[in-house]
């Protein structure tokens, strides 16, 4: 088990330094196929883990590789802790990784920088496993920081663009505020409990105070809140999308961006202890599901709709953590990984089609040029709409029965904006696939071609998972499916009563309701065209004008500080100082010098004076 | 005959004086090294003197101390006499001003 554990983490650290040391001598193939390799082998070894961990008893191995920090009382190891919590999140990182390293063979193909592309992508699966795999706080920030600065290398990737070298700037500065809440919850942690690792952590928790532990809630939260793009920090996210395509769908959808999340489980112990601290998480979580989606509604570019979409999501995984329903976040997140992977692949195959064209205005009409993308992403479409029987019906089903039970009032953000989701959604899909060809412009009149097997084998078995991935956790089987597997991992759960089964109906009836609706009406509305600003408010498309405030509020500020100091501190204060001391310098030795006249009978003079006052002192003091 | 100490204290105070006045009044470099030398040397018949007076024979020993350093003053000294009557054929030290402030 310990071997098997540390083989799937240090695989694509392999592959990595493999293309790394000898990255000239290979061809683009070879790198592609060893990266693609490296993160299978990773997948297949976490099954094997997996099912190792199912005989188990109880489900949990700590694997230590060596004794890392040891100063004074801190002793953090290098260790690996393997519980139904982590396995599940190697289990669907590896998985969905192996399939868009295969998808960026074909995606990438070409480009002067392949390798660079495989590198960090490796580098990147790496990092995500040492985040989740991770035994204690410290080594899980190595991780967080290891994907945080491939996010940051893979979003400017065109560095030579304007746009993604600042995109790139933009994540990893949000990224930075974020960290400053991780940060100070393991100070805290350390302070009070002495130990990072995560079970002593969770043995001690009885000890903290309810102040302490909804501090550590709340900044975790931030920390979250940078990394998985929630409200205040979620503006990051869309504009990440400048990276390729891959890197959207591989990062900034499916697993990256799930690590605060993934954070906030397994923190549950101590989230257990603080009431307010989970109803913020639920609030932030809500809000951001319900504002993100608002915004996906008028966005112009097809990775935008989804990025926004994106960040809509994991706000439902956010409030489904502060509501307490774990396992249900966990639930989305593996959908939302299988799902919104399929429809950034997908858009990828419809913008490789069209030549590099993102806009939606430009699109319409692809259905009978893309036979395979488009069935996939049909099923994308309702699968994230919320129709049944794919996955997401049943995740976001498990999710608004529980919030359903803890607070009305989040329950009904919850549905407007399932509502908002199949509405966008089925705009994007209407506008991209249906409709009249507006393409001709992009392709310079050809007709667009599908793309090759390496990037649609991806798409259809994403697709197949979409179908039927809500079979990891039906409501009739909770004990012996996923939440069941997941349980001991949350350790203690706030109990909820369960709704009984009339109401699970009612709610997965309103849940269908609020999706068709969600689609007929985006589908009366956008068959008729792409212009209709009349449903396009601009505040929505400038993200409520996030960005202003943020820029009325911190950049101008700090740009007339910073030109105070420039016209001001250091001319006048930091000059000042400088040159005074010099001039005073100067003044004073010319002072000086007039006493050396080069007359050696002035300076006798001088050291005779000298002895005479010695002389008359000396007798004055006998006298 | 006993020569009270009081007159070799006189004399070297007189020989002092004589030689500060010259050094401050003289221009030739080599009359000034006199002066000095006449200096030092009054100041060396104090510490015999005292020697004698006060049965102590550390004032002596000060007193070689004193001529050998003045003979090595004496040798570089007049080294760079030389050097510079060669250079200039004068030796007034009120020409020497070059590196004045």
Redesign the interface.
Known sequence: MAHVATLILLMPLVGFLLVLLNGPHLKEKQVGYLGTGVVAVSFVLSVVAFFLLLNRSPHQVTVNLFSWISVGTLHVPAALLIDPLSITMCLFVTGISALIHLYSIGYMHGEKDFRKFFLYLNLFVFSMLLLVMANNLVLTFVGWEGVGLCSYWLVSFYFDRDAAASAGKKAFIYNRVGDVGMLVAMFLLFSRTGTLTYLTIFDKAGTLTPTVATLVVLTLLLGATGKSAQIPLFNWLPDAMEGPTPVSALIHAATMVTAGVYLLCRMSPILALSVPGRTTIAIVGGVTAFVAATIACSQKDIKKVLAFSTVSQIGYMVLAVGVGAYSAAIFLMISHAFFKALLFLGSGSVIHSLNGEQDLRKMGGLQKFLPLTFPTFLIGWLTISGVPPFAAFWSKGDILANVFEYSKLLWILGVLTALLTAYYMSRLFVLTFRGNERFREVTAGHDPHESPWVMTTPLVVLAALSVVGGILDLPWIHHNSLSGFLTPSFGLIPTLSHASGLAQTGLAVVDVAVAVLGIMVAISIWRKGPDQPRYESSFLEHVWHWDDFYDATIGRPLTAASQFGDDVVEPKVIDGAVNGIAVSVRRSADG??????????QY??AT?LGLAVIVVYLVARVG | MNVPAAWYLILAAVLFGVGAFGLLTKRSALIMFMCVELMLNAVNLTFVTFARTLSDVGGQATVFFVMVVAAAEVTVGLGIVVAVFRRRSSTSVDELSEMKG
């Open positions: 000086l010098r007039k006493v050396q006249s080069g007359f050696v009978r006798a003079l005779v």
